[in-house]
């Protein structure tokens, strides 16, 4: 069997597991080969050939409505699901009305809940920070809830009109300002919905010897979704982790009782016990502490909307935005998608610069997903020896120190000599 499976709590990985991937439109064809290339290379080289991916290309986008006529042909759903993981270069969102975004088809489709982005910076990479070094932090963005759920209702309809007088007449609501000229989005956000997303973070804290899950959130103002989300965050992290994580809510549930003195040494012990501290902070002073102190942070658990900001700034934070990588999980299923997170760049599309990065990193990602752990490392190092020396494509080593700008397939070729 070439198939990789889910066992209990694990997924079971064979020797030889057969990987579904997209190509990708625009960029996608040249960094999707370098991809395979370099990780062919480091999985042989970490496991002396006992171990090889078999790749298996899938359709979407362009090059499957050219092909088929269709965006995303089921037959690339059913591969996604049969085989569990898979790779996915970026896309070209389809242009009209009634077509849906090929990336929230996908994640919808596979219910792919958790939003992964781990973000650390590589020492030669020029950033905005004067100490990008102490930025080493993991997002777990809910990924199919929130106001991003594409509930919406657009100004004028008839459709709004409905809501608009439900919410008048049956639910009282008189405080929308202009009803004539409203749009209105609904935002879900349930118990469920966050407990599996914070669930998530917690265990791959623990698993990660981490010191800190933050939950970021808008519940100072938006009580009952985005408070919801932090309420049922810090219940679910008390009655699942009691044994593994200290809340901020239980230290200031010691402060209020013992004093400011016994909660500090309550802490202080599970901090020595290695304990999980599960915190929670304001969506937008979490954005400013990010620049000021990003050594506070760790694991963040966040919903849709907020983890769709945060991730950029804090992916730009260390210089990375065109290297920031990716995945979309579901943790129960196992199913799991590791994708490119820029676009299809056609500006650049056919001219061999584009980074590939973005892809390698999120492909090192599904490595360490299924325990593949060496091979992703030997990427890793090759990485930092490059990034260090100033080798990189273009849009890097334009604002790197001796930044030499190598080609798509020349960088790959430094990476795989760097293994
Ligand atoms: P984009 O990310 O494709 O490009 C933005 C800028 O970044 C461009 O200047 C581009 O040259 C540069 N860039 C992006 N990736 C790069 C790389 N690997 N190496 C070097 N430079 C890189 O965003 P844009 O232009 O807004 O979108 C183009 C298309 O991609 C659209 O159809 C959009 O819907 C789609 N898209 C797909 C995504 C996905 O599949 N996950 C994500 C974002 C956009």
């Given at each position: 069997?070439?198939?990789?499976?889910?066992?209990?709590?694990?997924?079971?990985?064979?020797?030889?597991?057969?990987?579904?991937?997209?190509?990708?439109?625009?960029?996608?064809?040249?960094?999707?080969?370098?991809?395979?290339?370099?990780?062919?290379?480091?999985?042989?080289?970490?496991?002396?050939?006992?171990?090889?991916?078999?790749?298996?290309?899938?359709?979407?986008?362009?090059?499957?409505?050219?092909?088929?006529?269709?965006?995303?042909?089921?037959?690339?759903?059913?591969?996604?699901?049969?085989?569990?993981?898979?790779?996915?270069?970026?896309?070209?969102?389809?242009?009209?009305?009634?077509?849906?975004?090929?990336?929230?088809?996908?994640?919808?489709?596979?219910?792919?809940?958790?939003?992964?982005?781990?973000?650390?910076?590589?020492?030669?990479?020029?950033?905005?920070?004067?100490?990008?070094?102490?930025?080493?932090?993991?997002?777990?963005?809910?990924?199919?809830?929130?106001?991003?759920?594409?509930?919406?209702?657009?100004?004028?309809?008839?459709?709004?009109e409905k809501v608009l007088k439900f919410l008048n007449e049956e639910m009282g609501v008189a405080k929308i300002r202009f009803p004539e000229t409203t749009s209105i989005g609904v935002k879900p956000v349930s118990v469920e919905g966050t407990e599996r997303l914070v669930r998530a973070a917690i265990e791959y804290a623990i698993a990660n010897k981490l010191p800190s899950v933050t939950l970021v959130h808008k519940g100072n103002i938006m009580?009952?979704?985005?408070?919801?989300?932090?309420?049922?965050?810090?219940?679910?992290?008390?009655?699942?982790?009691?044994?593994?994580?200290?809340?901020?809510?239980?230290?200031?549930?010691?402060?209020?009782?013992?004093?400011?003195?016994?909660?500090?040494?309550?802490?202080?012990?599970?901090?020595?016990?290695?304990?999980?501290?599960?915190?929670?902070?304001?969506?937008?002073?979490?954005?400013?502490?990010?620049?000021?102190?990003?050594?506070?942070?760790?694991?963040?658990?966040?919903?849709?909307?907020?983890?769709d900001y945060i991730s950029d700034q804090l992916a730009a934070m260390v210089g990375g935005i065109g290297i920031a990588p990716g995945a979309n999980i579901n943790y129960k299923t196992g199913h799991a998608i590791f994708e490119a997170t820029h676009g299809t760049a056609p500006d650049i599309a056919g001219k061999n610069i584009a980074n590939p990065c973005s892809l390698l990193l999120s492909v090192v990602m599904m490595l360490e997903y299924?325990?593949?752990?060496?091979?992703?490392?030997?990427?890793?190092?090759?990485?930092?020896?490059?990034?260090?020396?100033?080798?990189?494509?273009?849009?890097?080593?334009?604002?790197?120190?001796?930044?030499?700008?190598?080609?798509?397939?020349?960088?790959?070729?430094?990476?795989?000599?760097?293994?």
């Open positions: 069997m070439n198939q990789i499976s889910k066992k209990s709590d694990n997924i079971e990985v064979p020797t030889n597991p057969i990987i579904p991937f997209i190509e990708g439109d625009g960029i996608g064809k040249e960094v999707t080969v370098a991809v395979q290339k370099i990780v062919d290379k480091a999985v042989e080289k970490a496991y002396r050939g006992d171990k090889k991916i078999s790749w298996k290309e899938v359709l979407a986008g362009e090059k499957a409505y050219n092909k088929l006529g269709t965006w995303l042909p089921t037959e690339t759903l059913d591969a996604f699901r049969k085989y569990l993981i898979g790779v996915k270069g970026p896309l070209t969102t389809p242009v009209g009305e009634g077509i849906r975004s090929l990336n929230v088809a996908l994640r919808q489709e596979l219910d792919l809940y958790v939003c992964l982005r781990p973000v650390r910076w590589f020492k030669g990479v020029t950033t905005p920070l004067l100490h990008p070094e102490k930025v080493h932090v993991t997002i777990f963005r809910e990924n199919t809830e929130d106001i991003y759920a594409g509930i919406e209702w657009n100004a004028g309809t008839p459709e709004v009580k009952f979704t985005e408070g919801g989300f932090k309420k049922w965050g810090y219940a679910l992290a008390e009655r699942e982790f009691p044994e593994d994580t200290f809340t901020e809510n239980k230290f200031n549930k010691i402060k209020t009782e013992h004093g400011l003195d016994a909660a500090v040494k309550a802490y202080n012990k599970a901090v020595e016990e290695g304990k999980v501290f599960i915190k929670d902070v304001i969506a937008d002073a979490f954005l400013q502490n990010t620049l000021l102190k990003p050594e506070e942070y760790s694991v963040i658990a966040t919903l849709n909307l907020n983890g299924m325990g593949w752990n060496e091979a992703g490392r030997l990427i890793i190092n090759s990485l930092e020896k490059l990034f260090s020396q100033g080798i990189a494509t273009n849009d890097l080593a334009r604002f790197m120190k001796n930044g030499q700008a190598k080609s798509t397939s020349e960088f790959a070729n430094e990476v795989i000599l760097n293994l």
